[in-house]
């Protein structure tokens, strides 16, 4: 069964549908409903459903670490963002976090609904619980690097997390999940998890060396009306 996704056909105003390939055999006598249907699997697939087309494909996987209590500091230049904060330095930062994004490199969508997409996710970031906490780092008053997470039981993921491309390799991305860390040690929660692309390399290597290890793997799909 196709189930509706109201925030994204509202958002993107079309048709979204999700269809879990792990729920057993997918029906596809009526599809006349759905202008987008997004497949997801934990195993590969090649589906044919006729009057749509597969336009993109990617490996989302998410990393899993264990927190152990940490004698670590939070680096000066972190601090918790403030609604005085230079938002569009945030945006451009969320925008180069999204470079690997399906929403991003499906072509279907348009560059300036990537781009609303990952501004929606920063101003609820702020603003509506997306996130319990924004993380950025400054150097010399500029904002280039930030993350975000939320909180839920005994686990936190990550949000967004990008650094400036003028100051990636400084150990900027691994002094804000080392601040990150830390408040989960002071709130007693024990895991941390991190979604991203397996067609991220970078990102993937980096969070390996952070002792992370993936704990989920899942196919997901573009299906376009035709």
Not at 74 to 79: F, G, K, P, V
Not at 148 to 157: F, G, H, Q, R, S
Request: aromatic letters at 12%; charged letters at 30%; hydrophobic letters at 40%.
């Amino acid at each position: 069964m196709i189930k509706n996704l109201e925030w994204d056909s509202s958002f993107f105003n079309r048709s979204i549908g999700l269809l879990d390939l792990n729920s057993g055999s997918p029906n596809f006598e009526d599809l006349n409903d759905w202008d987008l249907i997004y497949i997801i699997s934990d195993e590969d697939f090649n589906l044919e459903i006729n009057k749509f087309i597969n336009t993109y494909s990617e490996t989302k996987v998410v990393f899993s670490k264990m927190i152990m209590d940490s004698k670590n500091i939070i680096d000066e230049n972190i601090s918790v963002a403030k609604k005085n904060d230079n938002k569009e330095q945030i945006y451009r930062l969320a925008l180069e976090s999204g470079k690997f994004s399906r929403f991003n490199l499906d072509t279907n969508f348009k560059k300036a609904e990537f781009k609303k997409l990952y501004h929606k996710w920063v101003d609820n970031s702020f603003n509506e619980g997306f996130a319990d906490a924004v993380l950025v780092y400054k150097f010399e008053n500029e904002i280039v690097g930030f993350v975000t997470y939320k909180l839920l039981d005994d686990i936190a993921t990550i949000g967004l997390i990008a650094i400036s491309p003028l100051y990636q390799g400084k150990g900027i991305g691994r002094k804000l999940i080392n601040a990150v860390e830390i408040e989960l040690v002071n709130r007693r929660i024990r895991e941390l998890r991190i979604p991203t692309q397996f067609q991220n390399k970078i990102a993937c290597e980096f969070y390996t060396k952070l002792g992370c290890k993936i704990i989920e793997k899942k196919i997901i799909s573009h299906y376009w009306r035709i």
